[in-house]
C-alpha cells in the first residue's frame, strides 16, 4: 500500500523559511516523480513544481523560482520542499503527491495527508 | 502557462441529479487532463485520468470526456457523498489546476 506521509504543522515569522517532508512507502521510491501542491485557506489548488528522486531533476513554477528548493534524500525514500522568504500570502495546506505513472507530469494518485504551515508575526 | 478555466463555480443540485462540470483550457492540452474531488480538510482525490479514464475504485457514475481545450466531468446520479469541490488539472504543459466547482445541496 503506498503512503505519503508529511511533517507536522509550522508556525514562522515573515522572512524565514520552513522545510517540509514527505515520507513515502509502498513503492519504489525512485520511479515516480513527486509534486507540490499548496492551498492557501478557502482558496484552490495552486501547482508548485515537481521533483525525479531517481536524479533529483527539479522543475519549478516561475513565481516559486528562488523561493522554493525540493530536495531529495533516497536513503530514508523522503522528499523535502524548502520555502524561504516566508510572507504572510504563504500560509497554506502543503501538500506532496505522487505522478500516477512513470511520467514527470501526469495525475497525482496518492497524496500526503497535507502539513498546515502558517507565517504570523 | 496553460490556463484553466472552470464553471460553475458553485452548482446547486438535489440527489438523483445528473450534473455537468466544465473546464476549458487556453490551448489545446490534447487529453492531459484529470479530475479531483476534494472534501474539507482533506487531501485531493483522483477521479479520472487521460480525461475519462476511470480511476480504480471510483464509482461509475463518474465520468469524464473532451479533448483539446474542452472537457466535462459528469455525474451521473448524484449521492450525498458527492457533495464536494471538485478540480481539474492540466498535465500537458507543466502543470495548472481550474479553480474548482463547489457542488452544494439545493
Known amino acids: 500500500q503506498v503512503h505519503l506521509v508529511q511533517s507536522g504543522a509550522e508556525v514562522k515569522k515573515p522572512g524565514a523559511s520552513v522545510r517540509v517532508s514527505c515520507k513515502t512507502s509502498?513503492?519504489?521510491?525512485?520511479?515516480?516523480?513527486i509534486h507540490w501542491v499548496r492551498q492557501a485557506p478557502g482558496q484552490g489548488l495552486e501547482w508548485m513544481g515537481l521533483i525525479n528522486p531517481s536524479g533529483g531533476r527539479t522543475d519549478y513554477v516561475q513565481k516559486f523560482q528562488g523561493r522554493v528548493t525540493m530536495t531529495r534524500d533516497t536513503s530514508t525514500s523522503t522528499v523535502y520542499m524548502e520555502v524561504s522568504s516566508l510572507r504572510s500570502e504563504d500560509t497554506a495546506v502543503y501538500y506532496c503527491a505522487r505522478v500516477k505513472d512513470y511520467y514527470d507530469l501526469h495525475s497525482l494518485d496518492y497524496w500526503g495527508q497535507g502539513t498546515l504551515v502558517t507565517v504570523s508575526s | 502557462d496553460i490556463q484553466m478555466t472552470q464553471s460553475p463555480s458553485t452548482l446547486s443540485a438535489s440527489v438523483g441529479d445528473r450534473v455537468t462540470i466544465t473546464c476549458r483550457a487556453s490551448q489545446s492540452i490534447s487529453r492531459w487532463l484529470a479530475w479531483y474531488q476534494q472534501k474539507p480538510g482533506t487531501a485531493p482525490k483522483l477521479l479520472i485520468f487521460d480525461a475519462s479514464s476511470l480511476e480504480s475504485g471510483v464509482p461509475s457514475r463518474f465520468s469524464g470526456s473532451g479533448s483539446g481545450t474542452e472537457f466535462t466531468l459528469t455525474i451521473s446520479s448524484l449521492q450525498p457523498d458527492d457533495f464536494a469541490t471538485y478540480y481539474c488539472?492540466?498535465?500537458?504543459?507543466?502543470?495548472?489546476f481550474g479553480q474548482g466547482t463547489t457542488l452544494e445541496i439545493k
Open positions: 488539472q492540466q498535465y500537458s504543459s507543466s502543470s495548472h
Open positions: 509502498g513503492h519504489t521510491f525512485t520511479s515516480y516523480y
